[in-house]
């Protein structure tokens, strides 16, 4: 069974940092991308960053750009996302998942990814 775990969340004032980590345990594959996805409070789901497999490639929504990165440490089957300068905009629960398979390229869309995390809140307060 493949678990999904996010940590790192919490509430910190606008232009302040928070590091989350999410590591997956159980996968029967390697190679897979994972990507970190956030859902505002009465609003969708939307990308945020991803990471493909080999952990060399990335891409980060623009309304991040400049502010967030992601990185993937694969001996430690572990996903980072480091958010500078947050905003009140930024506050969500975030969410990290996994895709099922070898991927060298980083997906954006959330069906593409199989395996989801229970998603930790982000609150930034102005």
């Known amino acids: 069974q493949v678990q999904v775990v996010e940590s790192g969340g919490g509430l910190v004032q606008s232009g302040g940092s928070l590091k989350l980590s999410c590591t997956t345990s159980?996968?029967?594959?390697?190679?897979?991308?994972m990507g970190w996805f956030r859902r505002p409070s009465g609003k969708e789901r939307e990308f945020v960053a991803g990471?493909?497999?080999?952990?060399?490639?990335?891409n980060v929504a623009a309304s991040v750009t400049g502010r967030f990165s992601i990185s993937k440490d694969n001996a430690k089957n572990t996903a980072y996302l480091e958010m500078n300068s947050l905003k009140p905009e930024d506050t969500a629960v975030y969410f990290c998942?996994?895709?099922?398979?070898?991927?060298?390229?980083?997906?954006?869309?959330?069906?593409?990814?199989?395996?989801w995390g229970q998603g930790t809140q982000v609150t930034v307060s102005s």
């Open positions: 998942a996994a895709t099922r398979g070898l991927r060298f390229s980083v997906p954006t869309k959330a069906s593409e990814y199989g395996y």
């Open positions: 990471v493909n497999g080999s952990g060399e490639s990335t």
């Open positions: 159980g996968h029967p594959n390697r190679g897979y991308a």
